[in-house]
C-alpha cells in the first residue's frame, strides 16, 4: 500500500519548531552514520488499498481452509469445537474489543466484572479455589505453574511426564535454560505415566489429563508420587473432558493449568489462545498474571478490582516466581461468554458428543486391517493408532488432505510413530464413515 504518515507536513514542521530544528534529517543527527541507511529500500511501488485487498484474498485462497475445505480430525491441544452465535455477538462489541489493560477501575467495571466470572468458572472447572484472569496459552501455563512450584518448594528438580503435549514440554525445556531447573522426563508404559520409575526428592510433577494420546492418567497416583517426593503436583488438564471427569482439584492438585482455546476461539484466530491457571489458596500469593476480586466502593455498591496483579511484579521483584503481566482479555471474554452460554448441563452435553463422536470413529479406524491401537489405557475425546507397513503419520496426513480430510497430528518417534486422532461434537456419523474409507483407502 501507499505510504502511510499519520502527520501531515504542516504538524511535522510545527513540531519540529517546537524543539528547534529545521528537518526530520537533523532529528536522526544523534545516529551515528554508520548505521543509516544510504539509500532507499528496494521496495515495489505502492497499490492502493483495494488492490492490496485482492492480492491478500489470491494468497488466503491458496491456503486449505479447516472448515471449508477440509473435515478436521486433529487435536493436540487445538480442536475444531462449535462456536455459538452469542459468543461472537457479545464478545466483537466495541466495549470489549477496544478495551485494555483494566488499570482504573472506575472506568473499566464491564470488563473487571467478566474476568471476575471467568476467574470463577475456571474455579470451578479445575477444582481449585483461586484462578487467575488467564496466559497465554497451554504451553507458557505449563512454565508458570513450574516456576511457582520450584518456588515454593525450593527444590529446582521437575518430573514431566512424557504423556505431556510435547509442544508444551519443549517450551518447558526452553525456559528452564534461564531459570536452570532441571527437567526430568518420565517414560509412558502402554500409554500411561510409568510413575514406578520415579524416586528421589523433586519440587514439581507435571501431568496432563487426558495426556497428549488422549489416555486418562491415574491422578490419585500421581498425587501418591508428588508427596513421596516433596513435589507440588501440576496438572495440565482438558477443560472439555472437565464435563464428565472428576476435577483435578478432587484429586489433590496443586496447580492446574490447562488450554482455553475450544471455548470460543477458532483454529486459525491468528495466534493467541488462552492459558488456563487455577491453584491452590496458600499459592496465590506466587499467583501469575492478576486477580480480579469484587469489593464496594465508596457508595456500597458492588465493583471489581485487580486485586493482586504482578505486574513487573510490582513490589516482589527477584522474590518474584513470573514476570507475566498481562493477557489476551479478549479470549478470556470469549471463553467465559461460551461457558456461561453452556452452563453445566451443556458442557456436560458437549463432552458426551465429544467422548462419543471418538468412541465411534475409534471402532471405525481400528476396524481397518493393519491399524492398531497405540496404547490399551481407556481414552475420551483423542485416540492415537499405530499405522501398518511402516507408514508414517506425516504420509497419511498428505494423502488424507487430497481425500478432504485433515487425519490428525503425526505422532514422532517418541511414540513409535502412528497418527493422534480427534473428534469434536461437531463430527457427524456421516463425515466418521467417509474418514475411515478414506484412511482405509490410503493406507492400503
Known amino acids: 500500500m501507499g505510504h502511510f504518515v499519520p502527520h501531515t507536513d504542516a504538524e511535522i514542521a ?29 521496495l515495489a511501488p505502492g497499490l ?59 472506568v473499566s467495571q464491564g470488563v473487571l466484572q467478566t474476568l471476575f466470572e471467568y476467574q470463577t468458572l475456571i474455579a470451578r472447572l479445575t477444582g481449585l479455589p483461586i484462578a487467575n484472569a488467564s496466559l497465554y496459552d497451554g504451553a507458557t501455563a505449563c512454565v508458570e505453574a513450574v516456576n511457582l512450584a520450584v518456588a515454593a518448594t525450593g527444590n529446582q528438580r521437575v518430573l514431566v511426564s512424557r504423556g505431556v503435549n510435547p509442544q508444551w514440554r519443549e517450551v518447558v525445556r526452553t525456559y528452564a535454560v534461564g531459570t536452570g531447573h532441571e527437567i526430568e522426563e518420565i517414560a509412558l508404559e502402554d500409554g500411561l505415566t510409568a510413575w514406578s520409575s520415579v524416586s528421589g526428592s523433586a519440587g514439581a ?32 488438564f482438558d477443560p472439555v473432558a472437565a464435563g464428565l471427569v472428576r476435577s483435578p482439584g478432587s484429586y489433590g492438585a496443586d496447580v492446574v493449568v490447562g488450554e482455553g482455546q475450544p471455548f470460543g476461539t477458532p483454529l486459525g484466530f491468528g495466534g493467541p489462545y488462552l492459558g488456563l491457571f487455577a491453584c491452590k489458596q496458600e499459592h496465590v500469593r506466587r499467583l501469575p498474571g492478576r ?3 469484587e469489593t464496594v466502593d465508596t457508595e456500597g455498591r458492588r465493583a471489581y478490582v485487580t486485586t493482586l496483579r504482578t505486574r513487573e511484579q510490582d513490589i516482589r521483584r527477584e522474590k518474584a516466581s513470573s514476570n507475566v503481566c498481562t493477557n489476551q482479555t479478549l479470549i478470556a471474554v470469549c471463553c467465559t461468554i461460551q461457558l456461561a452460554w453452556l452452563g453445566t448441563a451443556g458442557l456436560r452435553e458437549m463432552a458426551l458428543r465429544c467422548a462419543r463422536a471418538t468412541r465411534y ?68 456419523r456421516t463425515e466418521i464413515d467417509a474418514y475411515a474409507a478414506a484412511l482405509e483407502k490410503v493406507v492400503r
Do not use: K, W
Not at 528547534?20 to 539509500?39: I, K, T
Not at 494420546?213 to 517426593?229: F, K, N, P, Q, W
Open 205 to 236: 510433577v507435571l501431568v496432563q489429563y487426558p495426556n497428549y494420546l488422549g489416555c486418562l492418567e491415574d491422578l490419585a497416583e500421581a498425587r501418591r508420587v508428588a508427596d513421596a517426593t516433596g513435589a507440588l503436583l501440576l496438572v495440565a
Open 291 to 293: 486477580l480480579v476480586g
Open 361 to 428: 470413529t475409534r471402532e471405525a479406524v481400528l476396524a481397518i486391517d493393519g491399524v492398531g491401537p497405540l496404547a490399551s489405557a481407556p481414552v475420551l475425546r483423542e485416540f492415537a493408532i499405530s499405522l501398518p507397513n511402516g507408514m508414517s503419520g506425516e504420509t497419511v496426513v498428505e494423502r488424507m488432505a487430497d481425500e478432504g480430510f485433515l487425519a490428525g497430528i503425526p505422532l514422532g518417534a517418541e511414540y513409535g510413530g502412528g497418527l493422534l486422532i480427534a473428534a469434536t461434537e461437531r463430527r457427524t
Open 14 to 42: 510545527e513540531m519540529l519548531a517546537f524543539v528547534g530544528l529545521s528537518s526530520l534529517d537533523e532529528l536522526f543527527e544523534a545516529v551515528p552514520a554508520a548505521l543509516r541507511l544510504a539509500g532507499g529500500l528496494d
Open 48 to 106: 492502493s488499498e483495494p488492490d492490496v485487498a485482492v492480492e491478500m484474498e489470491r494468497l488466503a485462497d491458496a491456503n486449505v481452509a479447516v472448515g471449508r475445505d477440509l473435515v478436521c480430525f486433529a487435536g493436540g491441544g487445538a480442536y475444531d469445537h462449535e462456536i455459538p452465535s452469542v459468543v461472537r455477538r457479545v464478545a466483537y462489541r466495541s466495549e470489549y474489543v477496544t478495551a485494555y489493560t483494566p488499570y482504573q477501575p472506575e
